[in-house]
């Protein structure tokens, strides 16, 4: 079947340090992948997205690549901020499957002055 | 993106009661999912909400307990039928925009259910 495995949290980190949160997946075909984030008290925000091998999403200084021979779409951040304290999201999702979103179990993170 | 409108934002139900959670769209989509976020949870999904026809519903989740409908293709409702505290959670919908190959998910911003 198709999961997602995310590291665990919480993350705590100071500002300005540099933010990695793993994400590796195991599905049956050529899955899209994604990061989402919840801010504290909200629904989830799309963050980035990468739609095949080598793609590189970014947004909000954040980015992760597609690497299908590591089955792994880490995020990343060189230097984070305070409003970036969050639940991290990593999921898949395929054609043919429904196109349903498979989540991990989100990362938190805390950045603290 | 689509925009999408969920009611109510949060409730506090007596167990044994049913909630009717509503998402509205401001366009088109066509897929429109039902999700539950338990507390620390991640999120799960509940079942595909089908325009017109009966929803598709995940393993452990079932029409009785979660009666799906959507009556076109900007409207769906959840309802949350003889709750019990076990049911206090998150409730997301999430849709798929038409023409949008890149398969981008919207969320709504969510329904806090809490059940006493």
């Known amino acids: 079947g198709n999961s997602v495995t995310q590291m665990e949290g919480p993350v705590t980190l100071s500002e300005e340090a540099f933010l990695t949160i793993n994400c590796t997946y195991t599905?049956?075909?050529?899955?899209?992948l994604f990061w989402y984030v919840q801010y504290p008290g909200e629904g989830l925000q799309l963050l980035l997205k990468?739609?095949?091998?080598?793609d590189k999403g970014s947004n909000k200084g954040f980015e992760a690549t597609y690497r299908k021979e590591t089955t792994s779409f880490h995020l990343e951040k060189g230097s984070v901020q305070v409003s970036d304290s969050a639940v991290y999201f990593c999921a898949l999702s395929l054609r043919g499957g429904g196109n349903k979103l498979t989540f991990g179990t989100g990362t938190q993170l805390k950045v603290e002055l | 993106s689509a925009v999408i409108s969920q009611k109510p934002s949060r409730d506090i139900c007596q167990r044994g009661t049913s909630l009717t959670i509503q998402c509205q769209v401001d366009?088109?989509?066509?897929?429109m999912f039902w999700y539950r976020q338990q507390p620390g949870q991640s999120l799960t999904l509940i079942a595909t909400a089908n325009q017109g026809s009966e929803a598709t519903y995940e393993s452990g989740f079932v029409i009785d307990k979660f009666p799906i409908s959507r009556p076109n293709l900007t409207f769906s409702t959840l309802t949350v039928s003889n709750m019990s505290p076990e049911d206090s959670s998150i409730y997301l919908c999430s849709v798929v925009a038409v023409g949008d190959s890149t398969l981008g998910y919207t969320f709504g911003s969510g329904t806090r259910l809490t059940v006493v």
């Open positions: 990468a739609t095949k091998a080598d």
């Open positions: 599905a049956t075909g050529y899955p899209s």
């Open positions: 366009s088109q989509v066509t897929m």
